[in-house]
């Protein structure tokens, strides 16, 4: 019974002693992502959405995933999930035609280096209303509304 005993002891100081080591995994750096806008997007005229993929100082061209959903305000269920193509410099692109004025909502979903980014911005096709305007400007200052989530 002695020899059992100290065998479990063994064991379970094995298993405690392995169970503390200290993780020598350094976790991956932050993946930015930038949603690059024109400046003015004009109703049925091709416009191009860009996004910029980089880690520190590095730019991302070998993103696994870089998918772009378009909505317009108050239509999420109705989205538009568009993949990207890859340019250089770590930029990704999509091109959408807008077929209606109002407030447009893009996130980026990109996934790279083992991580999951999905930022959101929010804007603005052809002509909108003061009303609309001013909760646009309203939401643009709510900080949760342009971050991304990070996995």
């Excluded at 993103?63 to 999420?76: G, L, T």
């Excluded at 909760?135 to 509304?145: A, C, D, G, W």
């Amino acid at each position: 019974m002695n020899k059992l005993f100290l065998s479990i002891v063994m064991v379970f100081t094995l298993l405690l002693a392995s169970a503390c080591t200290a993780n020598t995994e350094s976790t991956p750096e932050q993946i930015d992502v930038d949603i690059l806008l024109p400046e003015k997007i004009s109703l049925n005229q091709e416009s191009v959405l860009k996004v910029q993929v980089s880690q520190g100082k590095e730019k991302v061209e070998n993103a696994e995933d870089v998918q772009f959903e378009i909505w317009k305000a108050n239509s999420k269920e109705d989205s538009e999930l568009i993949h990207a193509q890859h340019g250089k410099g770590g930029i990704y692109h999509v091109k959408k035609t807008f077929r209606e004025d109002g407030i447009y909502y893009v996130q980026t979903h990109v996934a790279a280096r083992g991580l999951h980014v999905m930022p959101k911005k929010q804007f603005v096709v052809g002509k909108v209303s003061e009303k609309d305007l001013n909760s646009l400007i309203k939401e643009s200052q709510n900080p949760e509304q342009s971050h991304g989530h990070h996995h």
